[in-house]
């Protein structure tokens, strides 16, 4: 398995900021901070009256989607850092990340941020501003008319706040039937507190959150909740390398939606080149959520 071990590390190498790296589809598993359990939806934004809910039961397709750099088209965590006086973190606090902790990095930055000041008002417009990745709301539009059809979830390493902010903010939160990311909130003192979603098992994901985890007990889920019936296919939409681990989960009528020459794309390439490992499902690039739409149109017109 060198050649997989040469990958990841050249890809570590070129984006210090990668926030998971390729794990295998087997021994992943998760030890929650609890009991076990379903995931009610419980959205902040209420959507208009006019809008149409689809019976969960009806819908056929499950679609996953990374948040930075997948939905929006550039890293919310860097967004936020430019509502500093300096617009930039410190060389010791850039230096201070240690691999597979991103999260507990990104407390710091965050506690950092309030000792200098920033407001939560200066933190929500940072995010607001953050714009979506091309063609993004064209393929939100396009699933929206079809919601009969798809059953939309995000996965990512981001945090609660943010993703929240920039769903609300552009409108499409009511779209989503459940978020799964770090937990984050402001506390009394102004400052956004940020949280690890789990802890797992899994050696080569991030310590705070592996995907295919979430993936694999989501489905299970919501298949007891659907009396049985499994979604007929599941499309991940990412860029990442830790959105590697939940493409391996796919079974062969699935989609991996990687971003074209994003570290997801170039790590399923390095795999299908080497034939030492393979993803099951069928792998998509794109460069725009309109070569998203094009492919899930095509698939509404084959069933």
Known sequence: MSWFREIILNEMRLNVRLKGILTSS?????????????????????APSNRIHAAPQEQRYLVLFDFDETIINESSDDAVVS?????????????????????????????????????????????????PTPGLLNLLHYLQSHQQDFELVVVSDANMYFIETWLEHAGVRHLFRKIFTNPASFDATGRLVLLPFHSHSCSRCPDNMCKQVILRDYLACREKERGG???????????????????????????AF??????????????????????????????????????LNKIMKER
Request: charged fraction near 20%.
């Open 258 to 295: 990687p971003r074209m020459d994003f570290p997801m794309h170039r790590l399923l390439l390095g795999m299908q080149q080497s034939q030492a490992a393979k993803c099951k499902a069928n792998v998509v690039p794109w460069a725009s959520g309109e070569d998203i739409v094009v492919r």
């Open 83 to 131: 509502a500093l006086p300096g617009r930039r973190l410190p060389d010791w606090l850039k230096n201070s990340y240690r691999e597979g902790h991103y999260n507990e990095h990104m407390q710091k930055v965050l506690a950092y941020m309030a000792e200098q000041g920033v407001s939560e008002d200066s933190i929500r417009s940072a995010v607001e501003k953050i714009p």
């Open 26 to 46: 087997r021994h992943c598993e998760i030890a929650w901070r609890g009991t076990a359990h379903c995931f009610p939806h419980t959205p902040k934004m209420t």
């Open 229 to 255: 019936a499994p979604f007929q296919k599941v499309f991940y939409i990412g860029d990442g390398a830790n959105d590697i681990c939940p493409s391996l989960a796919l079974g062969p009528g699935d989609t």
